[in-house]
């Protein structure tokens, strides 16, 4: 059953990255995406693929973890006995409300506070989602792995997230299946279904570049981590679409890389998301 229910997690992060593709007008062909769609697909047993491709038409996310008892899309109650089944791991188990597949999370990440406490005026534009602290002009990181592992660091000392380790390993899991690199030298790792808090990023530059699974050995520069709670989904895809709108322009894109420390860079960041993301 787990393997099942791992293939059905790893369908629905492909079928999720042709969204996070679309959303990034990406013109990188969908070939490999759509390879490893079928690859999966035949492995899964038809009765499952059938329900998927149904819940899939109504749900854009089909598979979603169990939060603290409750179905964490559709929010109601699941009954004990289902709880209790899928954290067994024995059967399939769907939500009784709303038919999504559900399963038992084995790690969380956890937010301790959202970006905007309600205390201060309300912000505009990327100030609802990000911060100075939460720039690197200069990333340290060789590797995709220590991309990852610094700007989640960066989140956790600036208090966004609790256990930087969790999250790292959440956001390496899904390059597994797939790379979150772009076009123009642009990546997304991220982490969803996080519990509590506000959509967050943090973003990291190296100039030379480094190899993060981009599309035909292509290198990346500018990175966004981001952390996406599990109401946040759709508003993500927005944020996406804007950013890469934004660094489409190979003047923003050397604005930007040109920072050298994170005050600057957070004001050029918020200047040329003015329009993209309002
Ligand atoms: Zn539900």
Request: net charge positive; charged share 25%.
């Amino acid at each position: 059953m787990k393997s099942v229910l791992n293939q059905l997690i790893q369908l629905q992060e492909l079928n999720f990255a042709k969204e996070e593709q679309r959303a990034a007008s990406s013109k990188m062909p969908l070939e490999q995406l759509e390879k490893a769609v079928a690859n999966i697909r035949a492995q899964l047993p038809a009765d499952v693929a059938d329900r998927y491709d149904r819940l899939q038409k109504r749900f854009p996310l089909a598979v979603v973890p169990l939060a603290h008892g409750n179905c964490s899309r559709c929010g109601l109650a699941v009954p004990a006995q289902v709880v209790n089944a899928a954290k067994a791991g024995e059967q399939l188990q769907n939500c009784p409300h709303c038919g999504r597949f559900l399963y038992f999370p084995d790690t969380v990440a956890r937010q301790p506070k959202k970006m905007y406490d309600g205390k201060h005026p309300v912000e505009v534009g990327i100030a609802r989602f990000s911060a100075a602290n939460l720039m690197v002009p200069k990333l340290a990181a060789a590797t995709r792995e220590e991309v990852i592992g610094e700007l989640a660091k960066t989140l956790t000392d600036g208090g966004f997230i609790e256990d930087g380790a969790t999250v790292t390993e959440l956001a390496l899991r899904r390059e597994a299946i797939i790379s979150t690199a772009v076009e123009h030298g642009l990546a997304f790792p991220h982490v969803r279904d996080v519990e509590g808090g506000g959509l967050t990023f943090a973003v990291g530059l190296k100039e030379k570049g480094l190899d993060f699974g981009g599309h035909e050995g292509r290198l990346s520069k500018i990175f966004f981590f981001i952390v996406i709670p599990t109401p946040a989904t759709a508003f993500y895809l927005r944020l996406l679409a804007g950013l890469v709108r934004t660094f489409e322009s190979s003047e923003a894109r050397k604005a930007l890389l040109d920072c050298e420390k994170p005050e600057q860079m957070w004001k050029t960041l918020t200047k040329l998301t003015r329009e993209t993301i309002p």
